[in-house]
């Protein structure tokens, strides 16, 4: 008796699905107990119990056959129930070898229930457990780039490209992110989208992030320097970095950022973390944040109108700067949506005295209506690509200001990145 409810209650004695069912959804237990049984010669072989806070039924939905067992209710329950779909998805969203060991287990379990009829075991098909094609080549090409990033940060591959934030409409250099990138012996240079979520699933990023820090400590005091003899510069120049959930949850990583301040001699506020939106969900991170903001280091929520956060939580959060995500600068110009957004975003951030940087600026008309909604910084191809460090040395000494630049909306106290 699948159902299709979000929540059902059954009596104690009712069966919830017979062996052989199609498996249409799974069930959480949120109150009472299960039996899971075969009935086998007569009599019924319980093989497990289940309770609040367990789950029945998954297997059939997750290897699409028919249901291996019998549940049947030994204590009035309350279910919730798992749709097909709901576990469809986010099996396709895992990690290849986390897909691979699962569909493994799962046909284990099978062919030990096989082994229980002797019958059934003589003629039943043996599910070996082999991933389909696309999940073993998944699979394999995560194992590749698991092994080959092991290896580039023992071998040194790894360089950091600058990408340069100006502020708007003035067009005066204000700051850069450093952005990873991978000098692969045979790929050539490769870019983080290919890399990074494989070494965040490994837990590699926790390896990276240290060597990152460690380059921006001694190498941007040089762009700096460089920045502070320029007159079309903002005095100091700061450096973005972006950290992970993984980072955070280390309880050594505020340490490690004190470090990095110590021996490179950069001011705290010469420097901002990068956070993604999902970031801010996770208790550990918000705490690590708010003792990275005690140091005097600035945090800014990275690609900000893309995930679950929102400008009225900022008052209880570490907050100090609001990157717009590029999609909505993208699409600004031909979506009346995606402008009302970032007007919105920028009017209320006013409100809350944090300053906001718009990303991925391509096209001078992007940059005028940015100024004119009153944007503080901007930072995309049309300012400069993400260069290495020589060239961003010489772009820093080159920098120059345009010869009519418009001045700006906004207050100077407005503008400022640092606390």
């Known amino acids: 008796m699948d159902a299709t409810l979000d929540r059902i209650a059954l009596p104690a004695g009712t069966l919830l699905f017979d062996e052989g069912d199609a498996g249409l959804c799974a069930y959480l237990i949120n109150k009472g107990r299960l039996e899971i049984f075969l009935a086998r010669d007569g009599r019924d072989v319980v093989l497990a119990t289940r309770g609040r806070g367990e789950i029945v039924g998954e297997i059939a939905v997750i290897d699409s056959r028919p249901r291996s067992a019998s549940a049947r209710v030994i204590v009035d329950c309350e279910l919730i ?23 493994v287990a799962v046909a284990k379990y099978r062919d030990t229930l096989a082994m229980l009829d002797d019958a059934k075991a003589r003629l039943a098909p043996r599910y070996g457990g082999s991933a389909s094609g696309d999940d073993f080549r998944a699979a394999l ?14 071998n040194d591959e790894f360089e950091l490209f600058f990408q340069p934030i100006v ?25 983080p989208g290919e ?38 510069a903002v005095d100091p120049v700061f450096i973005s970095v972006n950290i992970s959930a993984h980072d955070l949850a280390r309880p050594t990583f505020v340490g490690l ?5 110590e021996t490179s001699g950069l001011a705290p506020s010469d420097v901002m973390l990068e956070v993604t939106e999902s970031v801010l969900l996770k208790t550990k991170a918000i705490t690590a944040l708010k003792a990275c903001r005690k140091l005097g280091l600035n945090i800014a929520i990275d690609d900000f109108g893309t995930g679950y956060s929102s400008l009225s939580s900022f008052s209880t959060l570490p907050i100090t700067t609001i990157k717009i995500d590029r999609s909505f600068v993208r699409s600004m110009t031909q979506e009346p949506a995606s402008r009302k957004i970032i007007h919105m975003i920028l009017r209320l951030a006013e409100e809350l005295d944090i300053p906001v940087v718009a990303e991925g600026i391509e096209h ?15 930072q995309g191809y049309l300012f400069g690509r993400p260069a290495t460090l020589d060239q961003t040395l010489a772009l820093t000494r080159a920098w120059r200001l345009p010869s009519q630049a418009r001045l700006s909306k906004i207050a100077t106290g407005k503008t400022a990145m640092r606390a």
């Open 81 to 103: 129930v798992i749709t097909a779909e709901q576990i469809a998805h986010r099996i396709a969203e895992t990690d290849p070898i986390l897909r691979m060991c699962l569909g």
């Open 141 to 154: 090409g995560t194992l590749s780039l698991e092994s080959e990033l092991r290896r580039a940060l023992q």
């Open 167 to 191: 502020c708007l409409p003035t067009r005066r250099l204000a700051g850069f992110e450093a952005l990873l990138r991978w000098r692969h012996p045979a790929r050539g240079l490769v870019l």
């Open 195 to 232: 890399f990074i979520p494989i070494a965040e699933a490994s837990g590699l990023i926790v390896e990276m992030t240290p060597w990152c820090l460690a380059q921006v400590g001694r190498v941007f005091p040089a762009v700096r320097a460089a920045a502070l003899q320029n007159v079309d």
């Open 257 to 261: 950022m004190a470090t990095m301040l």
């Open 364 to 378: 001078p008309h992007e940059e005028r209506e940015l100024a004119d909604f009153g944007c503080a910084f901007a």
